[in-house]
């Protein structure tokens, strides 16, 4: 089979700007339009949304952006549409695509994929003894979703039945990607290295422009940011693409921007685990085979696991967040006496009160480098953004730390110029993720189109892939003792950084500017270190794997978000920074390389 597939991906969040479909449909010349738009916060906010009316719980993005102005032209262009917009309520998703198709003139076929949604089934499924993956905690008492990641195999089946538009629930984010190349080039099951090289295909592309130079740690070599070039890829039927970008558009396409995007939210890359196979990503490759043109091979596979992974979130208190802005001299030190001033008051204010104390505070110097601790350079800053977020069981308790910050302008430190927004910051619950498996035996999948109902025996079926069966790592590399020689340099000299959440914990990737400098990573840039420089930000271990492949290392960061996404209390949940942050770190070099990096 010689025909390459065109997959272009126009949203890697609920909020990514609406230019990007347009562009790829008008421009793109592809074959499949594919957008995710869930994370573990979205589907918590959407499950919020539900609650409170019937026909929400989706992407409404995607209806008002996507198919209401470009219904017409994709209907023209043949173009098959995929996408996890659905969220927990891909029924109204659907009828409000055929609504927008029907004021569009055009009729498409659109199916949903359900069976990810298994709140209606909690108390069944407490019997199983569901623990969390991380700390083994049983299931909570209170459950405000609870949702399977599905795989692609369910979309094949919907696309082979007809359907011009695939809305899914929640599936793992390369599943809208891998689902188009399981049914255009009849993969089955058995077939691991193609899976694992699509699912590779769907992780890169699926946070949009992140992989054409967005995010990019030499940002600076990034042209035309205001008109970003979203990816384009162009897929072979063994699972290797080029990825590419309409022409004419902005953005950056080379080995290293593509390679920082296979890092970004990874943990063990031997087996980067999703429902229809076990991914090894050690000696992916990247090549550049044309301006801003990146050819991507070398991911290879292993047989599924028997389980889904579940995303389930309950509530759990309250929270407040607010910031206000202090100048002047010492403003670092002012800003931080401020808020702890506030916070000693309505702590005494609680007492008289009859009420707990916080369950937590977080107080971050913004402009103060906060975030990095004992690394910050800027204690002379004379401008800065004071944040203080707060958690209680009782919102009193928060609206009352609400209503204690604005007088601290008038009878608190010299130099408060106010909060920030309309008025007062109201508390707002909080609500935690608790990630479990459950057998795939007990998840049954069904494709909705046009009335009918088609179940998905592949979803039952196992593999039973199990850690154990890793191979053992290469012992680490002997030191480097030409490292010795007391030069140091920033990390960034040598390396290039990604890193992501999953949860409460942070990844971060990084690999060689060039192949000499990897035993000087291997050696400088060890789990201890890691820890040791975020020591200040993380409760939990650091583990390290390498990436032959790119020579490159990945880090995971178990405890590092304070609780993570919409259950944190810091300036940065989602660990945006946290590669930014590592790559100041100083690493020793030979001696006169500092200086040759220096010139």
């Not at 993969?187 to 949009?208: K, N, V, Y």
């Not at 035309?224 to 063994?238: H, I, L, R, S, T």
């Not at 970008?245 to 396409?253: A, R, V, Y």
Request: proline share 5%.
């Amino acid at each position: 089979m010689s025909r390459t597939v065109r997959i272009g991906c126009h949203s890697g969040f609920w909020g990514d700007t609406e230019t990007a479909a347009a562009q790829l449909v008008r421009h793109g010349n592809v074959d499949y339009l594919v957008s995710d738009y869930l994370a573990e916060v979205t589907m918590s906010i959407m499950a919020a949304q539900k609650l409170r009316n019937p026909q929400a719980g989706y992407a409404t993005d995607f209806v008002t952006a996507v198919m209401g102005p470009l219904a017409k032209e994709i209907a023209e262009k043949k173009i098959k549409v995929i996408t996890n917009a659905g969220g927990v309520n891909p029924q109204a998703c659907r009828d409000a695509v055929l609504k927008a198709c029907e004021a569009a003139g055009v009729a498409l076929k659109v199916a949903l994929v359900l069976g990810d949604d298994l709140q209606p089934r909690v108390d069944e499924l407490r019997k199983l003894d569901i623990r969390e993956m991380d700390t083994g905690a049983a299931l909570p008492a209170r459950i405000t979703s609870m949702n399977a990641y599905l795989g692609g195999f369910p979309i094949a089946r919907a696309l082979a039945e007809g359907a011009d538009v695939v809305i899914t629930g929640r599936v793992v984010d390369s599943a809208v990607t891998l689902g188009a190349l399981i049914h255009e080039f009849g993969w089955s099951m058995d077939d691991h290295d193609r899976l694992a090289a699509g699912t590779l295909c769907g992780h890169i592309i699926e946070c949009g422009a992140q992989c054409n130079g967005g995010n990019f740690t030499d940002w600076q070599l990034v042209p035309d940011y205001d008109n970003m070039g979203f990816p384009v890829a162009e897929v072979e039927a063994d699972g290797s693409f080029v990825l590419g970008k309409p022409d004419g558009t902005g953005g950056l396409i080379t080995p290293a921007t593509v390679a920082e995007q296979m890092l970004y939210e990874i943990g063990d890359p031997r087996a980067y685990m999703v429902p229809d196979v076990v991914c090894d990503f050690t000696q992916a490759r990247y090549e550049q085979v044309a301006a801003d043109r990146v050819r991507v091979s070398g991911a290879k596979g292993r047989p599924a696991t028997d389980t889904y992974k579940v995303s389930t979130t309950f509530p759990d208190g309250y929270k407040l967040s607010t910031i206000f802005m202090l100048g002047g001299r010492e403003a670092v030190a002012k800003g931080r006496h401020s808020a702890e001033m506030i916070i000693r008051k309505t702590r005494r204010l609680f007492a008289e009160k009859g009420w707990a104390d916080y369950r937590d505070v977080s107080i971050e110097v913004i402009g103060g480098e906060a975030t990095y601790g004992p690394h910050a350079r800027t204690a002379d800053s004379r401008e800065v953004v004071v944040k203080i977020a707060a958690r209680h069981d009782q919102k009193e308790a928060l609206g009352l730390l609400g209503r204690e910050i604005a007088p601290m302008s008038t009878g608190g430190v010299v130099g408060m110029t106010g909060s920030f927004g309309a008025g007062r910051v109201s508390p707002t619950p909080v609500i935690r993720m608790f990630s479990c498996l459950v057998p795939k035996s007990q998840v049954p999948v069904t494709i909705d189109l046009e009335g009918r109902q088609i179940p998905m025996q592949e979803g039952a079926r196992s593999g039973g892939f199990t850690a154990a069966q890793l191979p053992v790592e290469a012992p680490a590399a002997a030191p480097l003792t030409a490292a010795a020689s007391g030069e140091t340099v920033p990390l960034v000299a040598l390396a290039y950084g990604r890193s992501g959440d999953k949860g409460d914990n942070a990844n971060i990737g990084i690999f060689a500017r060039k192949p000499e400098y990897v035993p000087i990573l291997e050696s400088e840039v060890t789990e201890e270190a890691v820890a040791k420089y975020f020591a200040h930000r993380i409760d939990g271990k650091v583990t390290r794997w390498r990436l032959p492949g790119i020579g490159g290392f990945n880090f995971l960061l178990r405890q590092a978000l304070g609780g993570g996404g919409m259950a944190s209390l810091k300036a940065d949940p989602l660990a945006k920074a946290f590669a930014q942050m590592l790559l100041d770190m100083p690493v020793r070099v030979p001696a006169g390389m500092a200086r040759d990096l220096a010139a």
